[in-house]
């Protein structure tokens, strides 16, 4: 395992597990099958609609609560200061815990930023009370990070955004760098480019001949070289599966090394042109979809 220290002090293991469109009746049973084998930090958000069975699978690994990193994230409609206080209770109250480990804004949400700052001193408000080990956000541009910096005390520890060799962000890499920000991949292993509902415009960066090249020299798949490419470069990355092989596969990445010159080819495989929405854009029909109270 490789752990992270963010810029509060708090360390966490670099690599996670994700749950984005993980169906609540098998997300606990995904959750329980991670821990099992070691992963010791799960991404959710509320806007998943499957904290519940996130909370579940916790419960049902066994493993201790304080040796898990729980992240999750407050999706928009929940912005402003005493809507996101309120936002925390419904998702420690569907997580069944007291406290979150890390707490992110989903959206910079462009389109009501002075919200979105609300929500952040809120996030700020709990961080000082010890209800939040860390706070951050997502979906974040250099130039909204700078307007956050400018609006409130604390940088955040994570920007978590979309990143994979095929679109690798090195301005927001640099800029959440200089602040001492992990950046934190999401589609770490490219899932933005394959999984159904984006277009058919994408390739799919798994079938990547150079990472396909990679994998074969390390005797590795083309998701774990991408793994180790991530935690080699020192950002956090949360694969998502409900697969158990594939849960299993996406953590067993610690036994091997890529060169200087293996991280560089990958590097070059960035065509600058994202797969996901562009969080520049705002979409007010997906901010205001409400959040179920706990
Ligand atoms: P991902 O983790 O890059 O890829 C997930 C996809 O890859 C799924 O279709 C999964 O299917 C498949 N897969 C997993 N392991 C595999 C392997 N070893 N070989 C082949 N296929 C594999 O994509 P993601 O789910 O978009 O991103 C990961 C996490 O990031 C999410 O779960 C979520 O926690 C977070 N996220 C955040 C945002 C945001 O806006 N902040 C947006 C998207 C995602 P199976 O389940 O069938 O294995």
Redesign the pocket.
């Known amino acids: 395992m490789i752990d992270i220290t963010l810029n509060n002090g708090l360390r966490m293991p670099a690599l996670g597990f ?5 169906a609540p009746d098998v997300t606990a049973q995904a959750v329980e099958a991670a821990l099992n084998v070691g992963y010791r930090h799960i ?3 509320a806007a ?1 609609n499957n904290e519940r069975e996130v909370g579940e699978g916790i419960r049902r690994s066994g493993v201790p609560r304080d040796e898990i990193v729980i992240e999750t ?1 407050v999706w928009v409609s929940d912005y402003g200061y005493d809507e996101t206080l309120h936002a925390f209770e419904k998702a420690t109250g569907k997580l069944g815990v007291d406290r979150l480990d890390v707490l992110i804004l ?2 910079a949400a462009p389109d009501r930023f002075e919200k979105t700052i609300a929500a952040y001193k809120a996030l700020e408000t709990m961080h000082a009370d010890g209800r939040i080990g860390a706070i951050g956000v ?2 974040f541009v250099p130039e909204r990070i700078a307007m956050l910096l400018d609006a409130t005390g604390v940088v955040p520890a994570i920007n ?1 955004v ?1 990143l ?1 060799p095929y679109f690798t962000q090195r301005d927001v890499q640099r800029a959440d760098a200089e602040q001492g920000i992990v950046t934190q991949a ?7 480019t ?2 159904p509902g984006y277009g058919d415009e994408r390739r799919s960066v ?1 079938d990547d001949p150079t990472l396909q090249e990679l994998a074969g020299r390390h005797g590795k ?1 083309a ?2 070289v991408m793994l180790r490419w991530h935690l080699q470069q020192g950002r956090s990355a ?6 158990p092989a ?1 849960i299993a ?2 953590f067993d990445v610690f036994d091997f090394e890529l060169s200087d010159e293996e991280l560089a080819r990958i590097d070059a495989l960035d065509t600058g042109v994202r797969s ?1 929405p562009d969080p520049e854009v705002p979409r007010p029909a997906m901010y205001d979809r409400s959040i179920p109270e706990a």
């Open positions: 994700g749950v984005f469109q993980s991404d959710t958000a998943y994230k989903h959206q997502s979906n978590q979309e994979h999401w589609s770490p292993i490219g899932g933005i394959f999984y798994m798949s998701a774990q949360i694969p998502k599966s409900t697969n594939r596969e996406n996901g």
